[in-house]
């Protein structure tokens, strides 16, 4: 086995430190473990600088923050919902305040059992080796964006990019446009798209708005109640509201009467799609609002991942590879664990669990 110098060992490796990455960082360093986080991006931010230029949060500032530090409000004259550009700013400075230990750029390649009296795992990296008795995965989604499979679609001479490569509108103006995706994501990208372009809404079912006072405060703290409510067999959950947050652009989109949707077309031709009813339309791009599946290849050689992209875990901790953990993925990883505010919950439950594995798995003394 290659031998790994001193400072390229930790105790706790960090993979990633976006937004779910800084926050196990943050309860690591209250805890006082050794740790350190190594980031594929260039500067800080996470996925944060890649979303589209007009992109915004649907929750104000203080609810959209990350645990020890709220994030600061947007000036009077904006909207009250975060830009993307002060989320960017936030993490930078969430990340320096806490005096987090980031490498970056580092790009993962693999992570593999060690096979050295240390135990632990082996994290090959572009910069070297890693040893390190506990890997938390906190790498997101965004370099696994999902796009659905329809037939004809290597035949189609339009564009087609997904929403974690849209930029802005200008690129589409005077086109045809079909925005696929009934999340906030899609409702956002259709309202800036439609006003230079005929955009056409399509999604799997009709979309459910949200009432204008209400924003992703409100849908944090119903989607805790119904958590609870499911957890426990005491009482049902209470009825969702809806989906997509009325942040300004979609409310403006509303009064333009462009908000309808319809269904999936059924496969493309060369020029455009074909609808269920069979009738044809020509169409020069589709910019697929369809989500995204973990992007944890890099776990492959430890023979865990699952079909769809996941790994077994109970909520954070991998079932099957003691000492790993997935923090941010979504509800499989942790309630509400993909959003800024609720992240910091499955941080701290990680944290703890790390330290007790820690202590239970004491490194060998020389």
Same mark, same amino acid.
């Given at each position: 086995?290659?031998?790994?110098?001193?400072?390229?060992?930790?105790?706790?490796?960090?993979?990633?430190?976006?937004?779910?990455?800084?926050?196990?960082?943050?309860?690591?360093?209250?805890?006082?473990?050794?740790?350190?986080?190594?980031?594929?991006?260039?500067?800080?931010?996470?996925?944060?600088?890649?979303?589209?230029?007009?992109?915004?949060?649907?929750?104000?500032?203080?609810?959209?923050?990350?645990?020890?530090?709220?994030?600061?409000?947007?000036?009077?004259?904006?909207?009250?919902?975060?830009?993307?550009?002060?989320?960017?700013?936030?993490?930078?400075?969430?990340?320096?305040?806490?005096?987090?230990?980031?490498?970056?750029?580092?790009?993962?390649?693999?992570?593999?059992?060690?096979?050295?009296?240390?135990?632990?795992?082996?994290?090959?990296?572009?910069?070297?080796?890693?040893?390190?008795?506990?890997?938390?995965?906190?790498?997101?989604?965004?370099?696994?964006?999902?796009?659905?499979?329809?037939?004809?679609?290597?035949?189609?001479?339009?564009?087609?990019?997904?929403?974690?490569?849209?930029?802005?509108?200008?690129?589409?103006?005077?086109?045809?446009?079909?925005?696929?995706?009934?999340?906030?994501?899609?409702?956002?990208?259709?309202?800036?798209?439609?006003?230079?372009?005929?955009?056409?809404?399509?999604?799997?079912?009709?979309?459910?708005?949200?009432?204008?006072?209400?924003?992703?405060?409100?849908?944090?703290?119903?989607?805790?109640?119904?958590?609870?409510?499911?957890?426990?067999?005491? !009482? +049902? &959950?209470?009825?969702? *509201?809806?989906?997509?947050?009325?942040?300004?652009?979609?409310?403006? #989109?509303?009064?333009? %009467? $462009?908000?309808?949707?319809?269904?999936?077309?059924?496969?493309?031709?060369?020029?455009?799609?074909?609808?269920?009813?069979?009738?044809?339309?020509?169409?020069?791009?589709?910019?697929?609002?369809?989500?995204?599946?973990?992007?944890?290849?890099?776990?492959?050689?430890?023979?865990?991942?699952?079909?769809?992209?996941?790994?077994?875990?109970?909520?954070?901790?991998?079932? !099957? +590879? &003691?000492?790993?953990? *997935?923090?941010?993925?979504?509800?499989?990883?942790?309630?509400?664990? #993909?959003?800024?505010? %609720? $992240?910091?919950?499955?941080?701290?439950?990680?944290?703890?669990?790390?330290?007790?594995?820690?202590?239970?798995?004491?490194?060998?003394?020389?």
């Amino acid at each position: 086995m290659a031998t790994v110098s001193d400072e390229f060992t930790t105790d706790v490796l960090v993979i990633g430190a976006g937004q779910s990455g800084l926050a196990v960082g943050y309860y690591l360093r209250r805890a006082g473990l050794n740790f350190v986080l190594l980031d594929d991006q260039p500067a800080p931010g996470g996925a944060w600088p890649h979303g589209w230029d007009s992109l915004r949060l649907f929750s104000p500032a203080d609810a959209s923050s990350l645990p020890g530090w709220l994030m600061p409000r947007p000036p009077a004259a904006d909207s009250g919902f975060p830009t993307r550009d002060a989320v960017i700013d936030y993490l930078k400075q969430y990340e320096q305040r806490y005096e987090l230990p980031v490498r970056r750029p580092v790009r993962v390649a693999a992570v593999r059992r060690s096979s050295g009296s240390v135990g632990g795992f082996m994290v090959e990296t572009d910069a070297g080796t890693w040893q390190a008795r506990a890997v938390v995965c906190a790498t997101g989604s965004w370099r696994n964006p999902f796009v659905p499979v329809y037939p004809g679609q290597a035949d189609f001479s339009g564009v087609q990019l997904h929403s974690a490569q849209y930029q802005q509108a200008a690129p589409f103006a005077g086109q045809r446009v079909l925005v696929v995706g009934g999340g906030n994501s899609g409702a956002q990208v259709l309202a800036e798209v439609s006003q230079v372009a005929h955009t056409t809404w399509v999604t799997e079912k009709e979309p459910r708005f949200l009432p204008d006072d209400v924003d992703g405060r409100v849908l944090f703290t119903q989607a805790t109640q119904r958590y609870h409510a499911l957890s426990g067999a005491a !009482a +049902a &959950p209470p009825p969702t *509201l809806g989906d997509i947050v009325m942040v300004p652009p979609v409310q403006d #989109a509303r009064g333009r %009467g $462009v908000l309808g949707s319809v269904r999936p077309f059924v496969r493309f031709t060369p020029t455009g799609v074909v609808w269920a009813d069979g009738r044809e339309e020509s169409v020069d791009a589709v910019i697929w609002c369809t989500g995204f599946r973990p992007a944890l290849s890099f776990l492959a050689g430890l023979g865990i991942l699952q079909p769809d992209g996941r790994v077994a875990t109970e909520v954070a901790r991998a079932t !099957a +590879a &003691p000492g790993l953990w *997935l923090v941010g993925y979504g509800t499989w990883t942790g309630f509400a664990s #993909a959003t800024i505010i %609720g $992240v910091g919950r499955s941080a701290r439950a990680t944290t703890d669990e790390i330290k007790a594995f820690l202590a239970l798995n004491q490194a060998p003394t020389e």
